[in-house]
């Protein structure tokens, strides 16, 4: 994989950003201008992490970052099965639901389309239902599998799609397959922040008031706006996109983030739960941190696949 120049450009841009966000959120924190002003300092602190990791990933190549979106989808897979209701006869399948990361994110290293599009949705399912009923175990026999391939369909499934953006050819996009990835994980997180900060300043009327009481129309909306100017400013330099097609990525990715975002929300409000976890300091579990991945991962390749590949 090359690194192209505009990738490296576009991480130190996100490095500036943090910089001028750590004596900002500081400042806020001080003022009292927001009601939750600490968890904003210890969002900053847990991005630089975010930030860094993803960042050394990236420069060590294709194959370290591959795997390492891999091992996200392990922790995120992991700790939605921790969440869920499960049983003894559960969990004897769960090897097998593992078993589904390392090989989806296989096909996606090799480029393999046909195989990594259809291999959770159709052989997995198969695989785990049929493992499902040799233990003989037929009580709740539904709703077991459809909570564990739901699960993978969106923790591992979906976020693949952010890896096989690496295995396109290099020749289509100005700084290749990286360049895509970046641009989709910049604009993914960034439309996260935006509707954040845009809902605690402007926030007035709830858009899904009984599934997530934090999302507003201020909020989508300032961050959508937010989103699609940062998708058609940095669309030339990291994607093929033209001005057209960069807004429409910029409209899928700040509407289907917050789509993303809602229906964990909805998997947690029924599992009566606020946050998923404590890994990440301010931002809750592994899943509150790729909630809006899942959605905007798949749609954004799919986009991005039917118009140049």
């Not at 860094?52 to 194959?63: I, K, Y």
């Not at 606020?274 to 300091?281: E, F, R, V, W």
């Amino acid at each position: 994989m090359n690194f192209h120049p505009h990738a490296l450009w576009a991480l130190a841009g996100v490095f500036g950003i943090l910089i001028l966000a750590t004596p900002a959120a500081h400042l806020i924190e001080k003022r009292r201008q927001l009601p939750t002003a600490g968890e904003l300092t210890l969002r900053v602190r847990s991005w630089w992490i975010m930030v860094s990791l993803f960042s050394a990933a990236v420069l060590l190549g294709a194959t370290v970052t591959t795997w390492l979106l891999g091992f996200i989808s392990f922790l995120a897979l992991k700790e939605y099965l921790s969440l869920i209701p499960t049983r003894r006869s559960d969990r004897r399948v769960l090897f097998w639901a593992y078993l589904t990361i390392p090989l989806q994110y296989y096909w996606a290293a090799i480029g393999w389309y046909g195989m990594f599009i259809i291999f959770i949705p159709v052989y997995a399912l198969l695989v785990i239902s049929a493992r499902k009923v040799l233990i003989g175990e037929t009580e709740d026999f539904l709703r077991s599998m459809g909570t564990i391939h739901w699960g993978l369909m969106m923790t591992v499934f979906s976020i693949s799609h952010a890896a096989y953006l690496l295995a396109l050819p290099e020749d289509v996009a100005p700084a290749g397959g990286v360049g895509l990835l970046i641009y989709l994980v910049l604009l993914t997180e960034l439309n996260d922040v935006a509707q954040y900060v845009w809902g605690k300043r402007y926030g007035r009327r709830k858009v899904v008031p009984r599934v997530s009481p934090g999302k507003t129309w201020g909020g989508l909306i300032g961050g959508c706006a937010t989103t699609l100017a940062v998708a058609l400013a940095s669309a030339p330099f990291l994607t093929p996109l033209n001005p057209i097609e960069a807004v429409g990525a910029g409209l899928i990715i700040g509407l289907s983030g917050f789509l993303g975002d809602v229906v964990i929300s909805a998997v947690k409000r029924d599992i009566g739960i606020k946050d998923s976890g404590s890994l990440l300091p301010g931002h809750g579990g592994i899943l509150d941190r790729v909630d809006s991945l899942t959605f905007t991962a798949p749609l954004f390749f799919h986009y991005l696949y039917y118009l140049y590949y």
